[in-house]
């Protein structure tokens, strides 16, 4: 499935302690949406049951999505086409709910990252203990970064080592573009809350980028 598809331009500032190029171009944008009262048309189309509407639905929104399921869960995860197809399926069941205050496209990206963020959620708590043994040496910690890596490869694995919560809105407000309003209404969580995380993310990129540069000397 491919990653590319409709997006928002970047924001105009850049993250801090992560390289640019890295982050903010980790995937083009390459085609524009119809206009509002079409897709809105579409999606009812596609939720009665159109296969050629649910089709163009489709086409239209999931390099959008698989790029968003895909930051949050990490861009080789396994899990990351079958959230995909969960989103539409539960755009299609939930179509009658949609109330046109949102563009379909901010609404299916909210979809995406709350069924993604459950999911990291869900591993981020199984592998809490096994963190923890590692912390004080009784596992086996996973071997540190390749500092030789390309700048995608380490734009990945800064964001690898942010909670799912902060990942998720650093990736949605810094690579994204959203706004933390749009954020918020896609996560269901309050915008100060929001703020809060992204501050956390930053200073934790902050951190990991500092400790990669200084492993290089």
Known sequence: ???????????????????????????????????????????????????????????????????????????????????????FLASLDGAERFDGRSKVATWLVGIATRRALDQARSRWRRGRWQRITERVGLGRAASRPDHRRSMLDQAHAALAELTPDQRTVFVLHEVEGYTLKEISEMTETGISTLHARLKAARKRLDAVVEAWNGGDE
């Open 1 to 87: 499935m491919s990653a590319g598809g409709v997006g928002n331009p970047a924001p105009p500032g850049r993250p801090n302690g992560v390289a640019p190029p890295a982050v903010m171009r980790l995937v083009p944008n390459t085609s524009e949406a119809p206009g509002e009262i079409e897709e809105i048309d579409l999606l009812r189309r596609a939720a009665g049951g159109e296969e050629a509407a649910v089709r163009q639905l489709f086409r239209l929104h999931v390099g959008r999505v698989h790029r968003t399921v895909a930051r949050i869960l990490g861009p080789s995860d396994p899990d990351v086409e079958d959230v995909v197809q969960q989103v």
